[in-house]
């Protein structure tokens, strides 16, 4: 009897501490089982986090079903595109470096490469936007009866200036894209003249590519400006960061804010105040003067 439970006794005895993560994994789903599961009693961080996890799953949750095929269709469709713009853009490109063209054919080319780069990213960002989208819709539907300062903050973390629309600030939109486009200008820009003066660098150093400033522009002269650009790239990178930390703050205190009273009820008087009158020379005191300050709410 004893050989036959000694490989039960030898799994305990080696594998007793893998039971109680279990264990208490079990007590846990057993709690919860015991307690009435509701959709509508999930919070909003909740609905963000299974939108997020599974998308289609907040519009399940809001009862919104026919939106997940709508949704589904959109990004199964961009993903599909941009999976086959990905293979053709790798095509062209194995061609381009496989062969040897004339400078025009080359130029035309690039080009051509360029566009299909473009195309790809295009499709790949539209797919994303639908995904934005379907986490964008379940959270605000599902606190549409009340207003949230966890969903204007989710909104404008996943695209900036929705959580100003949510709290009815349309007018800060167009600050926030106006300085992310500024922005963003500013970084392109000195990423070209950085590449730029990096690519002219490198032909100078090197003996075997034409130098484009043909010996004008001296080594020095040419880190220095291309260490200028990475360095104004760099603060304007650091800035559009700043700037979209900052649209999900605004969001976050406007949400809090937006069932503020500032309406005209709320004011402040100073009136004069006589107390006393006629009745108080009946009595035999003299009347008071004074102010009176009334709040109004």
């Not at 400078?103 to 195309?119: C, G, H, I, T």
Request: proline letters at 4%.
């Amino acid at each position: 009897m004893r050989e036959t439970f000694q490989p039960i006794l030898l799994f305990y005895q080696k594998g007793r501490h893998w039971l109680i993560p279990f264990l208490l994994v079990f007590s846990c789903f057993d709690t919860q089982a015991s307690k009435p599961f509701r959709l509508d009693s999930l919070s909003c961080q909740q609905v963000w986090i299974a939108s997020q996890v599974l998308p289609g799953s907040g519009q399940v949750i809001n009862k919104q079903y026919w939106k997940i095929p709508v949704f589904y269709s959109g990004m199964g469709s961009m993903l599909y595109m941009g999976l086959n713009a990905r293979n053709e853009y790798r095509s062209r490109l194995n061609l381009y470096h496989a062969s040897l063209f004339t400078p025009s054919v080359d130029e035309a080319m690039r080009m051509e490469l360029v566009e299909l780069r473009m195309k790809r990213d295009a499709f790949f960002v539209g797919a994303a936007a639908f995904y934005i989208a379907s986490v964008a819709d379940a959270i605000a539907v599902n606190a549409k009866d009340r207003h949230s300062p966890a969903t204007a903050t989710i909104l404008s973390a996943l695209l900036p200036g929705t959580g100003q629309v949510y709290n009815k600030k349309i007018w800060k939109v167009p600050v926030i894209y106006g300085g992310i486009a500024s922005l963003y200008y500013i970084v392109d820009f000195n990423q070209r003249g950085y590449d730029f003066f990096k690519t002219a660098y490198q032909q100078l150093v090197d003996p075997n590519q034409v130098d484009v400033f043909e010996g004008r522009v001296s080594k020095e002269e040419l880190l220095f400006r291309r260490d200028l650009y990475r360095r104004n790239r760099d603060l304007a990178l650091i800035g559009l960061a700043g700037l979209y930390i900052l649209n999900i703050i605004d969001a976050n205190v406007d949400a809090h804010f937006f069932d503020w009273d500032i309406s005209d009820n709320l004011a402040m008087g100073i009136e004069p105040l006589i107390q006393g009158g006629l009745s108080s020379q009946v009595f035999g005191s003299a009347p008071s003067l004074g102010l009176s300050i009334k709040f109004d709410f």
